[in-house]
C-alpha cells in the first residue's frame, strides 16, 4: 500500500507523520511506502520538528522536503491531509483523508511543536491500526 501524508510546507506536520509511520510499520509483515509532501515545500526541516521527534525516540532529520510531483501520485492507495487553515490539494481517485492540524511553524514555539506532534502520534497509530485489522 502507498500512503502520502501532505501539508503545506511539508516541513512540519508531514514530516512528523511520515517519520511516526515508518517508526511503527518498521516490524510489521506487511508492506506499505510512506510518503510525505507539501504543495509548497520548504528548503529544510524545520530544527523544532526535529527535536520534538528526537524527543520520543525518532530520527527524522534525514528526511526532507518533497514537492507533490517528487513523489509517486498515480500510485497512491491513501493520501492524508494535515493542513489546517490552508488549502489542501485534491487528487483524483485516490482515497482521502483530511487531519486537520494548525501549522506549529506559525509560532516557532516548541510547545505547540509537541502538542501538534503528540496528535499526529495518536492520528498515526489509529491510523494504522484500522488499516492492519
Known amino acids: 500500500m502507498n500512503i ?3 501539508c503545506v510546507g511539508n516541513s512540519c506536520r508531514s514530516q512528523i507523520a511520515e517519520g511516526y509511520a515508518k517508526h511503527f510499520l518498521k516490524d510489521l509483515k506487511s508492506k506499505h511506502n510512506i510518503y510525505s509532501a507539501g504543495m509548497n515545500p520548504k528548503d529544510q526541516i524545520h530544527p523544532l520538528a526535529i527535536e520534538v521527534m528526537k524527543e520520543d525516540g525518532i530520527d527524522i532529520s534525514s528526511q526532507y522536503p518533497k514537492a507533490l510531483e517528487d513523489i509517486p501520485l498515480k500510485d497512491l492507495d491513501v493520501y492524508i ?3 489546517g487553515e490552508e488549502a489542501c490539494p485534491n487528487i483524483v481517485g485516490v482515497k482521502h483523508i483530511h ?3 494548525e501549522d506549529p511553524a506559525k509560532t516557532n514555539d516548541i510547545n505547540v ?3 501538534v506532534r503528540d ?3 495518536q492520528k498515526v497509530k489509529d491510523f494504522l491500526y484500522e488499516l492492519e485489522t
Do not use: V, Y
Open 113 to 115: 511543536f509537541r502538542s
Open 4 to 6: 502520502a501524508f501532505i
Open 119 to 121: 496528535i499526529i502520534k
Open 99 to 101: 487531519w486537520g492540524l
Open 81 to 83: 491531509t494535515l493542513c
